[in-house]
């Protein structure tokens, strides 16, 4: 089966400062990676995703970049707030209905 | 508002006792899951439910039953097989079904936390 794992378990980066998270999958059928956003006390959040297809996704802040070769895949926050702190996960995937296979997530601090 | 709850947020158990957790979501998502979460890990996947009446074990379904007789429902119950029940349960919803092929986007209820006592 499908193999994730995200680096690094603990982030913490200055206001405004970049901040990223990498994930490594070992199936190479996967093709659907999203990224989630986990507050406290509350279910995630998807933030930002990326099909197999795609090499780099931007939505404002946030990136998702992708190397199908190297299996492994980014998360790139810039200017960071402290609402950007939180726990981030990343997946994996194929197909659709299908089973998603989550790192073991990532929690970042953004220091006023 | 569409969406995915779950209810109760809180459940507190004694131990032997079996309980069921509630998940409903009005997105007409073919697909739910149920996963478990424990403190600093991430997401376990318990069962999942491509489609009405058919459902499929997860990698932790020990302890565990499911059952999906309407498609906007997904009740976990959590039996006395259960070991170690403590943990935040989430539910979530896909549109994709079996036979669909783009739509993977996975979106989660708040969560229940459940504690035996």
């Known amino acids: 089966g499908e193999n994730v794992e995200q680096h690094p378990s603990t982030l913490s980066v200055q206001e405004g400062d970049s901040a990223v998270i990498k994930c490594t999958y070992s199936d190479s059928a996967s093709n659907y990676f999203p990224w989630y956003k986990q507050e406290l006390g509350k279910g995630p959040q998807l933030i930002i995703d990326i099909r197999s297809n795609v090499g780099e996704k931007k939505d404002q802040r946030i990136a998702v970049t992708l190397n199908k070769t190297a299996k492994h895949f980014s998360l790139h926050i810039t200017e960071t707030q402290p609402e950007d702190s939180a726990v981030y996960f990343c997946a994996a995937s194929w197909g659709t209905g299908n089973q998603f296979y989550f790192g073991t997530g990532t929690s970042l601090t953004v220091i006023p | 508002d569409g969406g995915i709850t779950q209810s109760p947020k809180y459940l507190f158990r004694k131990e032997g006792q079996n309980v069921t957790l509630s998940c409903e979501q009005n997105?007409?998502?073919?697909?739910m899951y149920w996963y478990r979460q424990d403190p600093g890990q991430g997401l376990r996947l318990i069962y999942y439910s491509q489609i009405v009446n058919d459902f499929q074990k997860g990698d932790i379904a020990e302890g565990y039953s499911v059952s999906r007789e309407k498609k906007e429902s997904f009740p976990l119950t959590v039996t006395s097989a259960q070991k170690n029940p403590t943990a935040f349960y989430l539910c979530a919803s896909s549109r994709g079904g079996p036979a669909a092929f783009s739509y993977n986007e996975q979106f989660f209820g708040p969560g229940t936390r459940l504690t035996v006592l």
């Open positions: 997105l007409n998502h073919d697909a």
